[in-house]
């Protein structure tokens, strides 16, 4: 009988056949072909913008407060207005990621950089860092239900402007073009797992 490998992402066992084979340092790690290993690299993908845009928010708010480091008690307000736990009652729970994007965070910081300043400023907060983070989060939490809407409001529009152009480009007569790139979308969407064999 074959031997039988178990799946990174669904912990089932299975055939090598079966399986797609990625190397993690001197590790050979193993996922279904059918499914698992496009869900992995989604995951894989998610993770890695997750990241970008948590680094991204860190720098905004160290600039914005005049600080070096952000004390690691701090981390848990983000991850909670992150995984929208404040919303459902469940803080330092869960992970849902249900909450507000990182990236939207990092907005509603830059847009509140006059009010966070006038903070500094005037308030004392006895050179304790956490205090005045603590401070300026209330002011984002006040605000970013707004800002996320304006900002997807915005990428909707961005969106519509462009879907429009496009429309216009098929009008005019470009049609050999456009379905053309049609053509060659639904190619590139298609999962070709041979590249990965
Ligand atoms: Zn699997």
């Known amino acids: 009988m074959a031997r039988r490998f178990v799946c990174q992402y669904c912990r089932e066992k299975d055939i090598d056949e079966q399986m797609v084979v990625v190397k993690v340092g001197k590790v050979n790690k193993r996922y279904h072909k059918d499914d698992c290993y496009g869900k992995y690299l989604r995951d894989q993908k998610f993770k890695k913008k997750e990241k970008e845009e948590l680094d991204?928010?860190?720098?905004?708010?160290?600039?914005?407060?005049?600080?070096?480091?952000?004390?690691?008690?701090?981390?848990?307000?983000?991850?909670?207005?992150?995984?929208?736990?404040e919303l459902f009652g469940n803080i330092g729970q869960k992970k849902s990621k249900s909450g507000y994007e990182y990236y939207i965070i990092e907005q509603a910081y830059l847009e509140n950089e006059d009010s966070i300043n006038w903070a500094r400023n005037n308030r004392d907060f006895k050179g304790n860092s956490f205090n005045f983070l603590k401070y300026t989060f209330a002011i984002i939490k006040n605000k970013i239900a707004g800002v996320n809407e304006a900002t997807k409001q915005k990428e909707y529009q961005e969106k519509l402007t462009k879907e429009q152009e496009l429309n216009q480009d098929y009008d005019y007569?470009?049609?050999?073009?456009?379905?053309?790139?049609?053509?060659?979308?639904g190619d590139s969407d298609e999962f070709d797992i041979s590249k990965f064999l």
């Open 56 to 85: 991204s928010l860190v720098e905004a708010i160290k600039k914005i407060h005049g600080i070096e480091v952000i004390p690691n008690q701090f981390f848990s307000y983000l991850q909670d207005l992150r995984n929208g736990n």
């Open 173 to 185: 007569g470009l049609s050999g073009v456009y379905e053309h790139s049609q053509t060659q979308k």
